[in-house]
DNA sequence: CGAGTGACCGCAA
DNA sequence: ATTGCGGCCACTC
């Protein structure tokens, strides 16, 4: 691991990996940079990181939009259903199914 | 350099 | 069942 990285050049990574269609969730890129309990972390990267990343498809353990997107919620749920990401009251319908796991 | 903030998560009352 | 609180680590000002 290259423990060398910041653990936003990590999180951008595995955000980067993120096919469209697909969603992932704060907790398991956290997870899966090596830090599961900074959740809040893989937030503060979203909005201090690379802009280019798609963090509309970023959402909370329930498969709920974030409270702080730029635009608010309905600009988040507007792109992800643009990708084929169905969502219903700003929340993902078939989240599970949407559910995207990048792997280092 | 120091302190505050944050798009979260989990548990407790 | 719902609401409130704390904790955790990293980034920015």
Known sequence: ?????????????????VPGGRVTTYGDLAGLAGQASASRIVGGI???????????????????LANG?????EAQAQLLAQEGVACTNYIIDDFEECRWIPSL
């Open 46 to 64: 979203a909005h201090y990181g690379n802009p280019d990343l798609p963090w509309h498809r970023l959402v909370n353990r329930f498969g709920g």
């Open 1 to 17: 691991m290259d423990v060398n990285k910041s653990f936003r050049l990590r999180v951008e990574e595995l955000m980067a990996q």
């Open 69 to 73: 997107f730029p635009g608010g919620r």
